[in-house]
């Protein structure tokens, strides 16, 4: 019904990024991921994850976005 915000630090590893975008739609309700720093280590995979998703068909609603 809502809208599901995940914070997360921006040195989480992007293989937990991955599973949370790879899940996203099979969510009941959009959601929304923030990485809490301006250059996170992990984004060119977490990009990737968003590039393999968009070859299959699956484009995310939001991109992710990066906290200033």
Do not use: D, N
């Amino acid at each position: 019904e809502g809208w599901s915000v995940f914070r997360l630090a921006g040195k989480v590893s992007s293989q937990f990024v991955s599973s949370l975008l790879l899940s996203a739609p099979f969510a009941e309700a959009p959601l929304e991921i923030v990485l809490e720093e301006e250059k996170p280590t992990s984004l060119p995979y977490i990009e990737m994850t968003l590039k393999c998703m968009a070859r299959f068909g699956v484009e995310p609603f939001a991109a992710i976005a990066v906290a200033a």
